[in-house]
Nanobody, 128 residues
Framework: QAQLEESGGGLVQAGDSLRLSCGNS????????MGWFRQAPGKEREFVAG????????YYADSVKGRFTISRDNAKNAVYLQMNSLKAEDTAVYYC?????????????????????WGQGTQVTVSS
C-alpha cells in the first residue's frame, strides 16, 4: 500500500513562497496520476492541483492559477507543489493523493473520491 508523506509546510507571511513535497515509502508513485488538495478549518477538502504520471497534463484550481506550480520527479518518486505569492486564504492542511488507476479525463483530477491513497497532510499557515 502506498504510504504518502508530505513535507515542507510551515508558517510564512503573505507574499512568501513555500515548496511542498510528497514522497512515498512504499510502492512507487512514478506511474500514478497525482493531486494536491487542501482543507481549511470548517471547510471541505478542495482540489488544488493535479498532474498526470508523465507530467503532460497539469490542472489547477482557479484560486491558485498563476501562483502555484505542480511538478514531479519520477526518478525520485516525488511530487512537488511550489507555492508563490501566498495569501492568508491559502492557510490550510495540504494533502497529496495518488490514484491507483490512470484518470481517463480531466474531471477525475478534481474529485477527491477518485484518489486511492492519501498522506497525513502538512500545515501551511500564511499570516497577513
Amino acid at each position: 500500500q502506498a504510504q504518502l508523506e508530505e513535507s515542507g509546510g510551515g508558517l510564512v507571511q503573505a507574499g512568501d513562497s513555500l515548496r511542498l513535497s510528497c514522497g512515498n515509502s512504499g510502492r512507487t508513485i512514478s506511474s500514478a496520476d497525482m493531486g494536491w488538495f487542501r482543507q481549511a478549518p470548517g471547510k471541505e477538502r478542495e482540489f488544488v492541483a493535479g498532474i498526470s504520471w508523465s507530467s503532460s497534463r497539469r490542472y489547477y484550481a482557479d484560486s491558485v492559477k498563476g501562483r502555484f506550480t505542480i511538478s514531479r520527479d519520477n526518478a525520485k518518486n516525488a511530487v512537488y507543489l511550489q507555492m508563490n505569492s501566498l495569501k492568508a486564504e491559502d492557510t490550510a492542511v495540504y494533502y497529496c493523493a495518488a490514484a491507483a488507476a490512470s484518470f481517463m479525463s480531466e474531471s477525475y483530477y478534481y474529485r477527491a473520491d477518485e484518489y486511492d491513497y492519501w498522506g497525513q497532510g502538512t500545515q501551511v499557515t500564511v499570516s497577513s
